[in-house]
């Protein structure tokens, strides 16, 4: 049982690669939230953009990482569905709409005027911590066959298949995936999976493009080695991709 009224461990960012692991207060969940024991967190891309390239420090540390998923260490008042232990994945806390806007009801979540925040103060999660503050309805529970690892890049793999929802493929489609990061990679994957006829990745290094060959992709570009419009066409007879 996870004792609230003692400190966690996080990582706390302070600008660049001044990451330093300190121990801060352990949340308290509130009228619809669950505190989240992390168990596996990704890295984001946005995550080392502070990183590598070092913002103007304010002074003031944060809390970081937005791909995770872990067990339900406590829960809140009016939360239901849910139980204490049990294995979940999360929708990221900068995600969380307010469900009442025009926009929310007709299901424009990402829209949401209040986009990431809770009672007029911006929430985020924190992956990069023993613990994160969730919204229970942003708690998804997980199937047994599904391990936390492959879980905490859930986000990544929802941005994919939104993609396909947006741009639906068929068997006598080619796709054409530019980019080899988690997100293309995920795209290009759940395109296969989804039917369509011929997957093409465009990429500048080696080891995704390897990559994407080994989860399916029929043909890879190295764009740092060709026009990757030219080599697209010449792959699909001069017509280009879908």
């Not at 989240?36 to 590598?52: F, K």
């Not at 999660?125 to 998804?140: H, V």
């Amino acid at each position: 049982m996870l004792n609230l009224e003692a400190e966690m461990k996080a990582a706390l960012f302070y600008g660049g690669p001044d990451i330093r692991v300190q121990e801060v207060s352990t949340p308290v969940p509130g009228p619809g939230q669950v505190l989240v024991r992390v168990e596996a967190a990704g890295v984001c891309g946005s995550d080392l953009h502070g990183y590598r390239y070092r913002a103007p420090s304010s002074g003031r540390p944060f809390m970081n990482g937005h791909e995770l998923a872990g067990r339900i260490a406590a829960l809140g008042p009016e939360v239901e569905g849910l139980v204490v232990d049990q294995r979940v994945g999360v929708e990221p806390g900068h995600l969380v709409s307010c469900g009442r806007c025009r926009w929310c009801r007709r299901g424009d979540t990402q829209l949401c005027p209040n986009l990431g925040q809770m009672g007029g103060s911006r929430i985020h999660s924190t992956g990069f911590a023993e613990c994160s503050l969730e919204s229970a309805a942003n708690c998804y529970p997980l199937p047994d066959d599904l391990s936390i690892e492959q879980a905490a890049i859930l986000d990544v793999y929802a941005v994919a298949v939104h993609a396909v929802h947006r741009v639906p493929v068929s068997p006598v489609d080619t796709v054409a995936v530019l980019g080899t990061g988690a997100i293309g990679l995920a795209t290009a994957q759940v395109a296969k999976a989804a039917g369509a006829g011929r997957v093409i990745v465009v990429g500048r290094r080696a080891a995704p493009l390897a990559l994407a060959r080994q989860i399916g992709c029929d043909e890879t570009v190295d764009a740092s080695q060709v026009d990757a419009g030219e080599a697209v066409h010449a792959l699909v007879g001069g017509r280009g991709a879908d």
